[in-house]
């Protein structure tokens, strides 16, 4: 569980230009940062706190390959993104990053500044005020280990020192 956190919402076709703005593609990764989501939501960079969730509609993290989206939010404490469906490279990146990423087809009934709690192992957000969890899309077990290492390059170097590679 990550205790209670403010959810940040966003719609549908949240790209990667929008997370990891172009024209800031060479600053260093805090200033980078302080530009995520900006052109969707000007606050968002400013306002975010280490823990907070973003929910988001279809397609999450469409457009280029550019793994500094992910590392964006990584680098603002967002500790997971829902969405009714990700961009693979988005997704596939963020699991290499460390970031937990969960497809949910019921986004539409959590609101942004809404406070909840994620239970990662059963795929389970728990808005407060709200009866029924939201059921997620569970993770995969291997790439749910890959999430516990820290992402995907620690996890390779815990499996090389044990041998396991």
Request: proline fraction near 5%; include cysteine; charged fraction near 20%.
């Amino acid at each position: 569980m990550t205790g209670m956190v403010r959810i940040w919402k966003f719609g549908d076709d949240i790209d990667t230009d929008a997370l990891a703005p172009g024209q800031y593609m060479n600053a260093p990764l805090d200033q980078l940062s302080a530009h995520c989501l900006e052109s969707v939501n000007a606050g968002f960079a400013v306002n975010v706190k280490p823990g907070d969730i973003i929910a988001a509609g279809f397609n999450f993290g469409t457009g280029s390959s550019r793994e500094q989206a992910a590392q964006a939010l990584r680098h603002l404490g967002v500790s997971a993104v829902i969405a009714k469906s990700f961009a693979g490279i988005f997704y596939r990146n963020a699991i290499n990053l460390g970031l937990p990423v969960f497809e949910c087809a019921d986004t539409d009934q959590i609101r942004d500044g809404d406070t909840a709690e994620l239970d990662l192992a059963q795929a389970k957000l728990v808005v407060a005020g709200d009866a029924d969890p939201i059921a997620c899309q569970p993770i995969p077990g291997f790439l749910m280990q890959i999430l516990a290492d820290g992402g995907l390059v620690p996890h390779l170097e815990k499996r090389f020192s044990a041998g396991k590679i």
